[in-house]
């Protein structure tokens, strides 16, 4: 079954660190560039971040660059987010997705996502 | 940053409507315009790549047009599982944006 899994959100307080995990079955994990994407709560969708196929480039949005962390492990078809020095403002669901293209042929546009875990910064 | 801004924000409409929304980028894109649905509570899945091209599985109802700055997404006979938000979003460059969604309902 193709699929992509999210876990280790939860409740943080603000400046704390958490790190969030997808488990991807079902397809060639090692050959896709991959993504986070948040959606506050009934806010619109933000891209967070994105690692190549090899996680040898990494990119990120502007208001999380410096304090998230975007990685991966081929052997283990999982990808990670390590999210430092939390705020308030980013209280949302994270979603991992899939780019649609794949090695160096990557495209910013996403074709597979999971359902999301969330992430609630407050004291 | 590229903003995309789409219109209208929310829109009601009967089953076998023909439907449009627009996206509008703050600079040209050429056709990197993607278009996602989302229904409550599930993840967006994708509608339309490259402008408008159809991706694999998705209804031949939904088509996409436009280049440069102005897009369009049209559904062109409404069926009850297409209410939903639709989102537009950039890939011509990072970071990647998307527009702040059109709520479709039902009328």
């Known amino acids: 079954q193709v699929q992509l899994v999210e876990s280790g959100g939860g409740v943080v307080q603000p400046g704390r660190s958490l790190r969030l995990s997808c488990a991807a079955s079902?397809?060639?994990?090692?050959?896709?560039?991959m993504h986070w994407v948040r959606q506050a709560p009934g806010k619109e969708l933000e891209w967070v971040a994105f690692?190549?196929?090899?996680?040898?480039?990494?990119d990120y949005g502007g208001s999380v660059e410096g304090r998230f962390t975007i990685s991966r492990d081929n052997s283990k078809n999982t990808l990670y987010l390590q999210m430092d020095n939390l705020r308030a403002e980013d209280t949302a669901v994270y979603h991992c997705?899939?780019?649609?293209?794949?090695?160096?042929?990557?495209?910013?546009?996403?074709?597979?996502w999971g359902q999301g875990t969330m992430v609630t910064v407050s004291s | 940053d590229i903003q995309m801004t789409q219109s209208p924000s929310s829109l009601s409409a009967s089953v076998g409507d023909r439907v449009t929304i627009n996206c509008r980028a703050s600079?040209?894109?050429?056709?990197?315009l993607n278009w996602y649905q989302q229904k409550p509570g599930k993840a967006p899945s994708l509608l339309i790549y490259?402008?408008?091209f159809l991706q694999s599985g998705v209804p031949s109802t939904f088509s996409g047009s436009g280049s440069g700055t102005d897009f369009t997404l049209t559904i062109s006979s409404l069926r009850p599982e297409d209410f939903a938000t639709y989102y537009c979003?950039?890939?011509?460059?990072?970071?990647?944006?998307f527009g702040q969604g059109t709520r479709l309902g039902i009328k």
């Open positions: 079902g397809f060639r994990f090692g050959d896709y560039g």
């Open positions: 979003q950039q890939s011509f460059t990072t970071p990647i944006t």
């Open positions: 600079q040209s894109i050429s056709t990197y």
């Open positions: 490259s402008a408008s």
């Open positions: 690692v190549w196929y090899d996680g040898s480039y990494k």
């Open positions: 997705a899939r780019d649609r293209g794949t090695r160096r042929l990557f495209q910013n546009l996403f074709d597979m």
